[in-house]
């Protein structure tokens, strides 16, 4: 088997981090699947997304400029899903980034909008190509 098997992120705040994640990973088709003092597993496809606040954490600072990761990119369904999630996405934790280029921020044939959330983590939402 190839592909992604899981993603770990590390956050100061479980609480803070857990209410934008789950909201977020949720709706867009994960499941929790896991939930332990320092962390949350949510699944989808045999892939999985770990949030979580590891003892050796030595920053609590998440510079997404910094070198590593810059962002997650999820499909989010139709582009009337994208456009739906993108507009409850504030209410839930995250922020609209690129607003006055969405939803072709990335180009005029990719759909899709960016959202960040509390923590400074970045996500990508992609509308299926289409048919």
């Known amino acids: 088997m190839k592909g992604l098997h899981h993603v770990e992120i ?5 609480d803070e981090a857990s209410r934008s994640w789950h909201w977020l990973l ?3 088709g994960l499941e929790l699947t896991g939930e332990w003092p320092d962390g949350r597993t949510w699944e989808a496809g045999g892939s999985y997304v770990t949030v979580t606040t590891p003892p050796n954490l030595t920053s609590a600072e998440h510079d997404r400029r910094r070198a590593g990761m810059n962002h997650l990119a999820f499909w989010g369904g139709a582009r009337a899903e994208v ?3 993108l507009g409850d996405a504030e209410a839930h934790g995250w922020r609209p980034l690129y607003q006055d280029r969405y939803p072709h921020a990335g180009g005029p044939d990719h759909y899709a909008g960016w959202v960040e959330n509390e923590q ?3 996500v990508e ?5 289409p048919a």
């Open 125 to 129: 939402i992609v509308a299926d190509p």
């Open 10 to 14: 590390w956050v100061p705040d479980l």
């Open 83 to 85: 456009d739906a999630i």
């Open 26 to 28: 949720t709706r867009l």
């Open 120 to 122: 400074g983590f970045k």
